[in-house]
């Protein structure tokens, strides 16, 4: 399912006309990284793994969408920071990721 999850992440972000190229490649590069640490919680944290990518999915979704609703878009970025805090000492790296996904979309004024 995270990996289904994450190919439709990137099929949004590649069909998003209003996503300048280069934010568009840093932004699918830290999905190929969000992919590969995520992908060992399934095993033992599936429900928070799910939930991490879910929330990516709502704040790209969101990114693309952002014209039409700001405070939707603002509020998915806050909830992909967010689904992550509990991870923070015990896999750091995912933490790193998620935040930059998150600086990535707010700098494009979410």
Known sequence: MIPERIAQIEATL??????PDVTRQELLGLLARLKSEVAPLVETHGA???????????AVQAAV???EQPEEAAQAVEGLAASVRDF????????QIVDRIALTLSNMGI
């Open 65 to 67: 969408r952002r014209e």
């Open 14 to 19: 590649n069909s998003a006309a209003n996503i």
């Open 88 to 95: 923070e000492v015990s896999h750091p790296r995912l933490v």
């Open 48 to 58: 928070s793994a799910d939930q991490i990518t879910g929330h990516a999915d709502a």
